[in-house]
Nanobody, 118 residues
Framework: QVQLVESGGGLVQPGGSLRLSCAAS????????MGWYRQAPGKQRELVAE???????NYANSVKDRFTVSRNNAKNAVYLQMNSLKPEDAAVYYC????????????WGQGTQVIVSS
């Protein structure tokens, strides 16, 4: 089992920045990707950004050039730097670790709320 704990959400004005953090604990091995998803009210959960074990990154088109995903393997952590935030970025953000061991399994954090409002 992998436990994920997010932090860093909150209220920010449009154009502002936030940095989300996700710390993992437990059986952290064979992790093939770490990333962030978000879910706004009435919408499906969507991929925001991910970073693979090979350090490849993938971003949703809506956040390219504004968000940056990074990780610290020594700390078993993944981060999401969000700049130039827009009201449409408001959502609950979920950390995700994907493990490939006798199949593929996704682990999720509890979510952290991001509110973008003036």
């Amino acid at each position: 089992q992998v436990q994920l704990v997010e932090s860093g959400g909150g209220l920010v004005q449009p154009g502002g920045s936030l940095r989300l953090s996700c710390a993992a604990s437990g059986a952290i091995f064979s992790i093939i990707s770490m990333g962030w998803y978000r879910q706004a009210p009435g919408k499906q959960r969507e991929l925001v950004a991910e970073i693979t074990s090979g350090d490849s990154t993938n971003y949703a088109n809506s956040v390219k050039d504004r968000f940056t995903v990074s990780r610290n393997n020594a700390k078993n952590a993944v981060y999401l730097q969000m700049n130039s935030l827009k009201p449409e970025d408001a959502a609950v953000y979920y950390c995700n670790f994907r493990q490939s061991y006798r199949g593929t399994r996704d682990y999720w954090g509890q979510g952290t709320q991001v509110i973008v409002s003036s």
